[in-house]
């Protein structure tokens, strides 16, 4: 079974230039996650999905920030315009809220460097 | 609210020694537990999980976790670490019938001395 798979890996950008970022979820898992993680910390969460709704994105800031899951599977997370203060890396992770699995699997990230 | 400490931002071990990584919750609900492994460049790697039934708890690469309900803690241990367990460790904590959120602590940076 694939895990869940981010692209790209890294990406170095100009501060003000937009950036996009990608997410395949693992197969039939419904709940989608964006974190944000800084240098020696813990991921934060930037947004969360239930199939392609939008439950808590209480900590996405909404004027630079943007997300969509099309269709309920793989998700887009959109930076316009990048700051400096972005550069951390973009975790996604998906979980199951069927059965019990109760826990989330992660994707490799994105490190993201903005100059 | 919930919150997830982590007491040591950094751990260095001497190879073949035994290791605890203490992580501390606070919540007013009931939680499953969730400790992680992060590799240089790498996504969080489910080391082991606390959902129910026995509060001693065994994961992948020889790590265990005991969950203490009056303490709200959730250490984890290892009897011989090895140098490939130099990593990042988190604590994590998803609330019980309270929607699918899951809680971080800040990591716990586990250094293996050879």
């Known amino acids: 079974e694939a895990g869940v798979v981010q692209s790209p890996r890294y990406k170095i950008i100009e501060k003000k230039q937009p950036v996009a970022f990608w997410c395949n979820p693992i197969?039939?898992?419904?709940?989608l996650y964006w974190y944000l993680q800084n240098l020696g910390q813990g991921p934060e969460l930037l947004i969360r999905?239930?199939?392609?709704?939008?439950?808590?994105d209480s900590q996405l800031p909404k004027d630079r920030f943007s997300a969509e899951r099309l269709k309920g599977v793989d998700s887009t997370l959109k930076i316009q315009p990048a700051e400096l203060g972005d550069s951390a890396v973009y975790l996604c992770?998906?979980?199951?809220?069927?059965?019990?699995?109760?826990?989330?699997?992660f994707g490799p990230g994105t490190r993201l460097t903005v100059l | 609210a919930q919150s997830v400490t982590q007491l040591d931002s950094q751990v260095p071990v001497f190879e073949e020694a035994p290791v605890e990584l203490r992580c501390n919750y606070s919540?007013?609900?009931?939680?499953?537990l969730f400790w992680y492994v992060q590799y240089p460049n790498q996504g969080l790697q489910l080391l082991l999980k606390?959902?129910?039934?026995?509060?001693l708890v065994k994961g992948i690469n020889g790590f265990e976790a005991e969950f203490n309900k009056s303490q709200t803690s959730f250490h984890l241990r290892k009897p011989s670490v090895h140098i490939s367990d130099t990593a990042e460790y988190f604590c994590?904590?998803?609330?019980?019938?309270?929607?699918?959120?899951?809680?971080f602590g800040t990591g716990t940076s586990l250094t293996v001395i050879p």
């Open positions: 992770a998906s979980s199951s809220t069927s059965g019990r699995t109760d826990t989330q699997y």
């Open positions: 197969s039939g898992h419904n709940t």
């Open positions: 999905y239930e199939n392609e709704e939008a439950v808590d």
């Open positions: 919540s007013s609900v009931s939680v499953y």
């Open positions: 606390y959902l129910s039934g026995s509060t």
């Open positions: 994590a904590v998803r609330p019980i019938n309270t929607g699918n959120q899951f809680y």
